[in-house]
């Protein structure tokens, strides 16, 4: 491994949804981080507005890219490879990004890396926790995505997804029901927190044994979804309160069970003995509280990032480009368009 001084410097930015990010690392060395967010102008919508976010990022993206190379203490000349997120993703939104790191490639003559978001969110463990190993799970939970990716180097196989709702769109769907402001996630599990976690036994989606056998590692957690807001409008119907702590903490227990039983059981299948937590919903208190307990106390390798790198930002992009050119995957081409569907798959566009 390159020592630190010799080692790649890679400019990466994020532009996927709502958050323009840019980070800049030296190899597993993370320089700066620098994130400018519009969910402010979003929130009163109750979800982030595709064109009021490209805006966004158009206009926050050269002070962003400013503020990264004086914290980092490097100029644009130093910056060996330049990677920004090509999918998935807001169209409009990843294209700012993209197109700022197509410019910026072309002007330094470097490499440019479109690498995947999601992957992304895996890779970032890379400047907390050191180089990951070759053999790997990954569960990516996010606001879009709830996914168990078996990942050997660059190679990314899908084991297990989510059939209908991700578990923050999820949590993001309950909080409008609760009348909590968007996003919904972070406030249940503020308010969770405070609760009994055995207070209601929601339902766990895909645990019987006939879903077992077909969707062994899929997740659903449009039926949770569902069950919290009945039971919140039964409360209201009969005219009693509602006791949102209990709530929350019920409907966080039911999804952090859910997403750990079927981890567990992918890594025992396929043999894995290492687990990476990544995305939004990898902040999240319960979750991160119970996948130590399962997968560590299973006796598996657990690396959960800081909650600074589980949400968008440019520093995961900027790892996920060191990966890329680390493990000799071809450069994208300049040419490259944004992907919003890009497949979990690929790592590289
Ligand atoms: O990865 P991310 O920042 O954006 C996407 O790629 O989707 O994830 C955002 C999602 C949202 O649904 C948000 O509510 C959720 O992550 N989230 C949380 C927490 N922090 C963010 N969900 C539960 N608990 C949290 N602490
Ligand atoms: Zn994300």
Redesign the pocket.
Known sequence: MPSKTDAPVVLGIES??D?TGVGIVRGFELLADQVASSMEQHARFGGVIPEIASRAHLEAFVPTLAAALETAGVTLGQVDAVAATAGPGLMGCLTVGLSAAKALALKLGKPLYGVN?IAA?GIVDELVDGELPGRLMALIV???HSSLLLVEGTHVEEVGRTLDDAA??C??KVGRVLGLPY????H??KLGQKGDPKAIRFPRGLTRRQDLEKHPYDFSFSGVKTAVARWVEAREDAGEPVPLEDVAASLAEAVADVLCSKTLAAMRATGTTTLVVG???S???ELRAKIQDVIGGAGMDVRIPPIRY???NGAMCAAAGYYALRHGLPPSSLDIPADSGMPLTQLVA
Not at 183 to 186: A, E, L
Request: hydrophobic share 15%; aromatic share 8%; proline share 7%.
């Open positions: 996927s949804c958050e978001h969110h996010s606001g879009g923050g769109e949590f993001d996003p919904g996630g972070p249940i599990d995305g939004g919903f902040a999240n208190s589980c949400t968008d």
